[in-house]
């Protein structure tokens, strides 16, 4: 069974900068892509950015302001994502998920594999 990985979370001031990490013990043949989840406070869980497991494209939520981006190492079955500017609205679990299958779920794709999350806070 595939395990995904997160780190790179923690505390930080409103404009600072942190990446995180999501690294897999494996990629399927089969995967699609691997997305960033993010849950504030007392809110839904929701995706803001995907990376292609097989070539370079990325896709980030715009209303993100081009404050985060999502980079991979193939070699190294592990994605990356940079935030910079963060902001206090930016605190939150951030989780990454493999998506196998095309489907109805976030980016059209079906998340079979979940990390466990990580905590970003953003406060003064």
């Known amino acids: 069974e595939v395990q995904l990985e997160e780190s790179g979370g923690g505390w930080v001031q409103p404009g600072g900068s942190l990446r995180l990490s999501c690294s897999a013990s494996?990629?399927?043949?089969?995967?699609?892509?691997i997305a960033w989840f993010r849950q504030a406070p007392g809110k839904e869980r929701e995706g803001f950015a995907y990376i292609h497991t097989d070539d370079n494209f990325s896709w980030h939520d715009s209303s993100l302001g081009g404050r985060f981006t999502t980079s991979k190492d193939s070699a190294k079955k592990t994605v990356y994502l940079q935030m910079n500017n963060l902001l206090p609205e930016d605190t939150g679990v951030y989780s990454c998920a493999l998506g196998l299958r095309y489907g109805q779920d976030f980016g059209g794709y079906e998340f079979d594999y979940w990390g466990q999350g990580t905590q970003v806070t953003v406060s003064s």
């Open positions: 494996e990629l399927p043949l089969e995967a699609k892509a």
